[in-house]
């Protein structure tokens, strides 16, 4: 059992945010299934427990009941109602998570996934509270990853419209058809069976396409997410990570609104002043105004962290230069 648990673990530390996503969704099943069981074998007391389940981890359709329930936003995207709805979801994350976190940075799949569920929970609540047809049902519970999967999916199809999935008996797609096909589906199937299911994934899917054209004209909705985890992990390191970023920052104001420093190929054969020949290698025929923008390129889209020291001590010494 020891090494199971062990494989486990090596699996989950070494995957990526999808497999990670994936992972963390079927542990909520198994746990809440484990749980389950005794209650069942009591009885009546089974009934109490989905009771429970619904009333305080999936989301309500009252604003009331959300203000006193707000852990419900993320907790509904992680749980599922049956065992199908739970692998339909895992396939669909997992197939069309995959082409997205080829396109784009690891960091910002789980942003994404958050972003879809927030705001297929948007749609619900506001379906259920506008449309008069539903105001006779009083509080009724969402829950499952659909619409945070129906994100990951409208983000692969708009990273690669024209990009191919095989589907199972029907054969190689493409993605934008796939895409389209769904959002079809979920509009016509609203007057029939589950309709705050279907406004939710609709949320999903308008977030999944909002996510990518915003990142393509330089706006990561993600970015908050991701900061505000990285502060509650570790809060001392986010601030100095800030510190720094704030100084990079104020090295490229300065590099915009003063003059050039040299116009001249700053690496040469034996190194640039003193750098090594790694760092001579990569900014190759480079004046000192392009290396700067390289490096503060690498800050944008990796962090300050990810820079050689090398890297850090040619940024610093430009700074003091101007």
Known sequence: MSTIWQNIRYEYSRGNAVVKLAMLNIAVYILVNLISVPFFLSGIQYQIYTNFLAEWFYLPSSPEKLLFRPWTLFTYMFMHASLWHLVFNMLVLYGFGRITNDLIHNSKIVPLYLLGGFAGALFFMVSFNAFPVFWHLGSVPLVGASAAVMAMLLSAATLNPQGHIRL???????????????????????????????????GG??????????????????????????????????????????????????????????????????????????????????????????????????????????????????????
């Open 168 to 202: 199972i008996l029907i054969g190689s797609v493409e993605l934008q058809y796939v895409a389209l096909a769904l959002v079809v589906i979920d509009v016509l199937s609203i007057p029939f069976t589950n309709p705050g299911g279907h406004f939710a994934h609709l």
């Open 205 to 322: 899917a308008l977030m999944g396409w909002f996510y990518i054209f915003q990142l393509r004209r330089g706006r990561d909705l993600g970015y908050p997410i991701r900061a505000t985890a990285k502060f509650f992990s570790n809060p001392f390191a986010f601030v100095a990570s800030n510190s720094r970023k704030k100084r990079a920052q104020k090295l490229a104001y300065k590099k915009a609104t003063e003059p050039a420093v040299s116009e001249a190929p700053i690496i040469s054969g034996k190194g640039a002043e003193g750098f090594g020949r790694s760092f001579s290698s990569r900014y190759k025929n480079m004046t000192i105004d392009e290396c700067v923008d390289a490096i503060l390129d690498k800050i944008n889209a990796k962090g300050y962290d990810s820079l050689s020291q090398e890297e850090k001590d040619f940024l610093a010494k430009s700074s003091k230069k101007k």
